[in-house]
């Protein structure tokens, strides 16, 4: 994993224990890069449990039977030129940490004033990653459809 993309990990994973977000709160930009990225990382920290959608309903109200469907969508859904079904998907389902996340956050003392990588910490994600059969080193899960 590059450093960038470690930074900005440490960074979502520490800021979706402080409050709920959509998949738009963890956009962090606005290039195509910025898409892809928020698109890949989002699935992989659902699929390993270090992330869930708190509105756990939203899913099967909008035939959405698991979180690669649901990230599949957000790739064909341009976050920012939003149509009424990218509202749905970039804005109503709210993701929240799972406490795997939160205990790893407080393990690795990850907080706001913390600025610098911690190492250990983005290792140990990587583990789960691998894990749940989504390693970084994979690459991109998702490309962008636009």
């Not at 963890?26 to 910025?34: A, V």
């Not at 939003?82 to 993701?95: H, I, N, R, V």
């Not at 983005?122 to 490309?143: L, N």
Request: proline share 3%; aromatic share 16%; net charge negative.
């Amino acid at each position: 994993m590059s450093r960038e993309d470690a930074e900005k990990m440490q960074f979502y994973l520490y800021l979706l224990t402080l409050d709920d977000y959509s998949p738009h709160g963890i956009l962090g930009g606005e290039e195509k890069s910025d898409w892809k990225y928020a698109i890949n990382l989002t699935y992989r920290c659902l699929a390993s449990g270090l992330w869930k959608i708190w509105n756990t309903t939203w899913l099967s109200e909008h035939g959405i039977n698991n979180y690669y469907t649901f990230c599949r969508k957000l790739s064909e859904l341009d976050p920012f030129s939003l149509s009424s079904q990218g509202e749905e998907f970039w804005l109503e389902p709210f993701m929240c940490s799972t406490e795997l996340s939160i205990n790893l956050i407080k393990k690795f003392d990850i907080n706001g004033e913390r600025e610098d990588l911690c190492t250990i910490f983005v290792e140990e994600i990587e583990k789960i990653f691998e894990a749940a059969g989504v390693p970084w080193c994979a690459g991109d899960i998702f490309k962008i459809h636009n």
